[in-house]
Structure formats: structure tokens, C-alpha cells
């Protein structure tokens, strides 16, 4: 059974830094897109980064988060400097074998890690 599971999430301090970390478990997804999406209390799960090949980026945390995979490890990482408190929010790690945009174009998820961000 194919699994993503993040790790790397906890309570900071507004300005702070976290990194994330996304290991597929049963399958490498070297040919995927991979990606993070994030949901807050109440609101829809949104788009904030992916990678496959180039990078891209929601305007929220663009200049702030980066992206990377490391595929000899079959790893995903969001790095996630100058941390806001509106970047509080489970963030979810996301797979899909063509664009990954949009939460309904992810074929797989991870079961979420929490960040959350002081003010």
C-alpha cells in the first residue's frame, strides 16, 4: 500500500523556520509530481508549493518556502522560513502523476502534519 508521511511540523514563533519532510513509503515517486497543500480551521485545503523538475509556488510564501526532493533518498521537503501566523495550518504532502495544482488533481496524500505559528 502506497503511503506519504510528513514529518517536521510543531509550534514556532512568528520569524521563525521549519522544514517539512515527505517520505513515500511502497513506491518511488521519482516520475511524479510531488507537493504540499495546507488547510486552516474553517477553511478550503489550498495549493502551496510543487515540484517536478521547476518549481512552483503559491503567492502566499513565494520568496519564503522552498521546495525541494532529494530522489536518491525518495524524499520531499518544504523548507518554511519567515514563518506568519497565517501560515498556521495542517500541512498535507500530495502526489500525482500529472499537475498538482489543485487538491483534486493529488492521486495521494499524507495524513497531515500540524504547524502552527505564534504571534
Known amino acids: 500500500q502506497v503511503q506519504l508521511v510528513e514529518s517536521g511540523g510543531g509550534l514556532v514563533q512568528a520569524g521563525d523556520s521549519l522544514r517539512l519532510s515527505c517520505a513515500p513509503s511502497?513506491?518511488?515517486?521519482?516520475?511524479?509530481?510531488m507537493g504540499w497543500f495546507r488547510q486552516a480551521p474553517g477553511k478550503e485545503r489550498e495549493f502551496v508549493a510543487a515540484?517536478?523538475?521547476?518549481?512552483f509556488y503559491a503567492s502566499a510564501v513565494k520568496g519564503r518556502f522552498t521546495i525541494s526532493r532529494d530522489n536518491a533518498k525518495n524524499t520531499m521537503y518544504l523548507q518554511m522560513n519567515s514563518l506568519k501566523p497565517e501560515d498556521t495550518a495542517v500541512y498535507y504532502c500530495?502526489?500525482?502523476?500529472w499537475g498538482l495544482g489543485r487538491p483534486q488533481d493529488a492521486q495521494y496524500w499524507g495524513q497531515g502534519t500540524q504547524v502552527t505559528v505564534s504571534s
Open positions: 500530495a502526489a500525482s502523476q
Open positions: 515540484i517536478r523538475g521547476t518549481t
Open positions: 511502497g513506491r518511488a515517486f521519482i516520475s511524479y509530481t
